[in-house]
């Protein structure tokens, strides 16, 4: 057998394995119950609001939950980022925000800037995401060609296991946006984001139980009802401050 049919061999068993893990995920998460749900929504955005690694964030990417993919909820986190507090200024410093919209079936993904609630608006899913224009036209910032890095990026998952590895949903958008970021800050010199994902307790796996493939890029911190759980030397090093 030569070295690319094993090859091919091993990324179709990881490909198995990936596909049992996400039936059994799936099944976990449609028999939880929708209270556990809600409450483990309110807990995990409640930490990560109070993480010093987000309150010190400048810019930030996240998802936008959506309910009928069973994500954990961020429509909380959205919405202290967005709104202005009563005396008229953001929560802690303002932050910018740029958030997904699907381009194609190709794994394509762009992060565009938006500034309220209101810039989102439903996809052929019903998944809410920013037109590529704002209401007077104007093309909105793509992360990818912002001047400034940025700092987080809260991402969604299936599962994920406590060596950081993440388990999608079989698109590779997240893979692929994140292996294009990194290659971004790396040629302009940046330090790279903090890479953490929310989770429910039940997606959570012990060390490497997630098969994995080159192009999967890993995360630096999970958030789940327990706590923050730092996997790298990144997330331990930022456990108190991004600067």
Same mark, same amino acid.
């Given at each position: 057998?030569?070295?690319?049919?094993?090859?091919?061999?091993?990324?179709?068993?990881?490909?198995?394995?990936?596909?049992?893990?996400? =039936?059994?995920?799936? #099944?976990?998460?449609? =028999?939880?119950?929708?209270?556990?749900?809600?409450?483990?929504? !309110?807990?995990?955005?409640?930490?990560?609001?109070?993480?010093?690694?987000?309150? $010190? $964030?400048?810019?930030?990417?996240?998802?936008?939950?959506?309910?009928?993919?069973?994500?954990?909820?961020? =429509?909380?986190?959205?919405? #202290? +980022?967005?709104?202005?507090?009563? !005396?008229?200024?953001?929560? #802690?410093?303002?932050?910018?925000?740029?958030?997904?919209?699907?381009?194609?079936?190709? $794994?394509?993904?762009?992060?565009?800037?938006?500034?309220?609630?209101?810039?989102?608006?439903?996809?052929?899913?019903? +998944?809410? *995401?920013?037109?590529?224009?704002?209401? !007077?036209?104007?093309?909105?910032?793509?992360?990818?060609?912002?001047?400034?890095?940025?700092?987080?990026?809260?991402?969604?998952?299936?599962?994920?296991?406590?060596?950081?590895?993440?388990?999608?949903?079989?698109g590779g958008y997240y893979d692929t946006f994140?292996?294009?970021?990194? *290659?971004?800050?790396?040629?302009?010199?940046?330090?790279?984001?903090?890479?953490?994902?929310?989770?429910?307790?039940v997606q959570i796996m012990d060390e490497e139980?997630?098969?994995?493939?080159?192009?999967?890029?890993?995360?630096?911190?999970?958030?789940?009802?327990?706590?923050?759980?730092? +996997?790298?030397?990144?997330?331990?090093?930022?456990?108190?401050?991004?600067?």
């Amino acid at each position: 057998m030569s070295n690319n049919d094993q090859e091919a061999d091993n990324l179709e068993s990881v490909f198995k394995k990936k596909r049992i893990i996400r =039936s059994n995920v799936r #099944q976990t998460l449609k =028999s939880m119950d929708p209270s556990l749900r809600s409450q483990e929504d !309110d807990i995990i955005q409640s930490i990560v609001l109070e993480a010093p690694w987000f309150k $010190s $964030s400048k810019r930030l990417c996240a998802y936008i939950s959506c309910s009928a993919l069973r994500e954990v909820d961020t =429509s909380k986190l959205l919405s #202290q +980022i967005l709104s202005p507090a009563p !005396d008229g200024n953001k929560l #802690q410093t303002a932050k910018i925000l740029y958030v997904p919209r699907v381009e194609d079936k190709n $794994s394509n993904m762009r992060m565009f800037n938006i500034s309220r609630i209101d810039d989102l608006v439903a996809n052929s899913m019903n +998944i809410l *995401e920013p037109a590529s224009v704002d209401a !007077d036209g104007n093309a909105r910032e793509d992360v990818m060609h912002a001047n400034d890095p940025v700092d987080l990026f809260i991402l969604p998952g299936l599962a994920f296991d406590r060596s950081g590895r993440r388990l999608g949903r079989g698109g590779g958008y997240y893979d692929t946006f994140l292996k294009n970021y990194k *290659e971004l800050a790396k040629e302009k010199n940046w330090r790279l984001p903090l890479f953490v994902a929310l989770s429910y307790s039940v997606q959570i796996m012990d060390e490497e139980v997630i098969p994995v493939t080159p192009n999967d890029v890993l995360v630096d911190a999970l958030v789940s009802p327990t706590g923050v759980i730092p +996997i790298t030397s990144a997330a331990l090093g930022r456990a108190c401050v991004i600067e």
